[in-house]
């Protein structure tokens, strides 16, 4: 079973970049679709961007297309997300998601993104 932890949240102010990564305990990481969702107070999580297991194919949010980047070190057994252009709306926990026959989760880190 992997076990993924995020890190990288906090508080930042609009207009800002943030990174965030997702280390992976699991020698099989570089088999894993990975993903990186989001969820506001009082809203659905939802998919922020998601990259295949060889990183050569890579999807976005609507809302996040041109700001924000998913990338991946096999070798690291690491996936990140840039985020650009940071905006109050992108406040969320921050989850990073890994599917492999099962699907695993992170705990979560927060961004603030102040105005």
């Known amino acids: 079973q992997v076990q993924l932890v995020e890190s990288g949240g906090g508080l930042v102010q609009a207009g800002g970049s943030l990174t965030l990564s997702c280390a992976a305990s699991?020698?099989?990481?570089?088999?894993?679709?990975m993903s990186w969702y989001r969820q506001a107070p009082g809203k659905e999580r939802e998919l922020v961007a998601q990259?295949?297991?060889?990183?050569?194919?890579?999807n976005y949010a609507d809302s996040v297309k041109g700001r924000f980047t998913i990338s991946r070190d096999n070798a690291k057994n690491t996936a990140y997300l840039q985020m650009n252009s940071l905006k109050p709306d992108d406040t969320a926990v921050y989850y990073c998601?890994?599917?492999?026959?099962?699907?695993?989760w992170g705990q979560g880190t927060q961004v603030t993104v102040s105005s």
């Open positions: 998601r890994a599917v492999l026959f099962r699907i695993y």
């Open positions: 699991d020698r099989t990481f570089s088999s894993y679709t």
């Open positions: 990259i295949n297991s060889i990183g050569s194919n890579t």
